[in-house]
């Protein structure tokens, strides 16, 4: 399971743009491999050679667009050899404890509800303060530790950099629109851009909330109590 040398790897199949930084974080204290597949919603449990893991929100079970499948549910049992029907009506948090011999694909699910129930988790908030929020709720929970954060010299060039971008794509924006707003592929294009930089500004502000407030060593002490840091820091050879 664990990627040890620098041969080793591992493919994490993800949702979420924070999911992804977080994996970008664990990887810069090791050597190991990364390969990564953003899935927004969906479970891919074939490959070669390789350890296969997917991280996703626990709230998949209660959104009808991102729920997994009873035949997708089938094909995970059929790759963990298990009867075809024994994950049916499982709750998500505990489906991987069915996957006793760590079978390809191994299910990191983040809880209660989404990345940010389990990163509070791991701030140390206790689990039964965080069940029964919604996933807003804990976003705003989080969001709250974002915000008060203070940024370093090398962050704050790098969002005076993403905000100037922005503004210049704005800028175009709102011309193409006057100019010729039929246009819709350059428009598009324009908006993805704009988008674009938007993520690299949070992931500034994501990463450093991880480096100044989740330094392994303290992830590390969560492993413990919370078995999807375990498997994540174990995947990743720490």
């Given at each position: 399971m664990a990627a040890k040398t620098r041969r080793n790897s591992i493919l994490v199949v993800y949702e979420g743009y924070r999911e992804g930084y977080f994996l970008e974080y664990l990887v810069d204290h090791n050597d190991v491999r990364l390969n990564t597949l953003f899935c927004s919603g969906g479970i891919k449990h074939s490959a070669r050679d390789v350890n296969v893991y997917v991280f996703f929100d626990e709230d998949f079970q209660?959104?009808?667009?991102?729920?997994?499948?009873?035949?997708?549910?089938?094909?995970?049992?059929?790759?963990?050899?298990?009867?075809?029907?024994?994950?049916?009506?499982?709750?998500?948090?505990?489906?991987?404890?069915?996957?006793?011999?760590?079978?390809?694909?191994?299910?990191?699910?983040?809880?209660?509800?989404?990345?940010?129930?389990?990163?509070?988790?791991?701030?140390?908030?206790?689990?039964?303060?965080?069940?029964?929020?919604?996933?807003?709720?804990?976003?705003?929970?989080?969001?709250?530790?974002?915000?008060s954060l203070p940024l370093h010299n090398e962050d704050n060039k790098k969002m005076q950099s993403y905000n100037e971008k922005i503004a210049k794509y704005k800028v175009e924006i709102a011309k193409q629109k006057q100019s010729d707003p039929n246009y819709r592929q350059h428009l598009r294009s324009l908006e993805e851009k704009t988008a674009e930089y938007g993520r690299k500004k949070n992931r500034v502000v994501f990463m450093r909330f991880l480096n100044d407030k989740l330094p392994l060593s303290?992830?590390?002490?969560?492993?413990?109590?919370?078995?999807?840091?375990?498997?994540?820091?174990?995947?990743?050879?720490?």
């Open positions: 209660s959104r009808s667009d991102q729920i997994i499948t009873d035949e997708t549910l089938e094909g995970l049992a059929k790759a963990w050899k298990l009867n075809h029907d024994a994950l049916k009506g499982c709750a998500y948090r505990d489906l991987q404890t069915l996957n006793k011999d760590m079978r390809n694909p191994i299910l990191i699910v983040s809880y209660p509800r989404s990345i940010e129930g389990f990163l509070l988790r791991l701030l140390g908030s206790p689990l039964k303060d965080l069940e029964g929020k919604t996933s807003k709720q804990l976003k705003g929970i989080l969001e709250g530790f974002l915000k303290e992830i590390a002490a969560r492993r413990a109590d919370i078995p999807e840091t375990d498997m994540l820091l174990s995947a990743f050879g720490l």
